[in-house]
């Protein structure tokens, strides 16, 4: 393996509730944007691992009119300055800005960026010069495990496994190969699996009857 994808909410930095609104989304302000606990740390091992690290986000915020681009670019370098800090680094960021529902008129499209599209993925690909079997997919949403495996990612889903999203995915091939708590714990799978060592479990099984 070459690479590894990876969301941004709820993966590297935390989700919020937004009290107003009564949804769970990104943040919105600098306030909220929060590193989730020992993500540096684990990027820097995915850097010592030889991997390319590449974020690919869906931020529809700017378009629904939550936020601006600036402070976009900000929480992007609060993230890049605390992972510096641990003396890693991420090799590109791509961002899909779109949504079909937007208020910002130009960014009001059907774009093939939108995850569970693939276009991030096979751009951060392109641009890190690895095909993208050979990336990790890792993110907490059933749209990160579908864009990852129609790109013919390995993915990794960070969050608690619930029966539930069995009946979102389509098909067992969409069925993560591990679940993690957190990007730490994601790190520390990939290792094991690259240097074979440590245990590496298995794939969720799903418990609902008959599946
Ligand atoms: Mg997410
Ligand atoms: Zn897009």
């Known amino acids: 393996m070459k690479a590894v994808l990876l969301d941004r909410d709820g993966v590297i930095n935390a989700v919020i509730y937004h009290q107003d609104a009564g949804v769970i989304d990104a943040p919105f302000t600098r306030a909220q944007f929060k590193l989730l606990p020992r993500v540096p740390k684990a990027i820097r091992m995915l ?34 300055s605390q992972v510096r800090a641990e003396g890693g680094h991420v090799d590109c960021i791509y961002y899909c800005l779109h949504h079909p529902e937007a208020k910002v008129r130009k960014l009001r499209q059907r774009c093939r960026c939108r995850k569970p599209e693939i276009g991030l993925l096979e751009q951060a690909a392109a641009d890190l010069r ?14 990160d495990l579908l864009a990852g495996s129609r790109a013919g990612c390995r993915t990794i889903f960070i969050g608690r496994w619930k029966c539930e999203i069995c009946r ?5 091939y969409v069925r993560p190969a591990f679940v993690a708590k957190d990007l730490w714990e994601a ?19 799903c418990l609902s009857a008959g599946a």
């Open 47 to 80: 850097n010592d691992l030889g991997l390319r690290v590449a974020i690919v986000s869906n931020q529809p915020g700017i378009a629904k009119g939550h936020m601006k681009l600036e402070t976009l670019k900000v929480f992007e370098r609060m993230m890049l």
């Open 130 to 143: 690895v095909s993208l079997d050979e990336c990790y997919m890792i993110g907490d949403g059933i749209s």
């Open 168 to 172: 979102f995915t389509e098909a067992p």
């Open 187 to 205: 790190a520390q799978f990939i290792r094991a699996e690259m240097t074979g060592t440590g245990q590496v479990a298995s794939s969720p099984r």
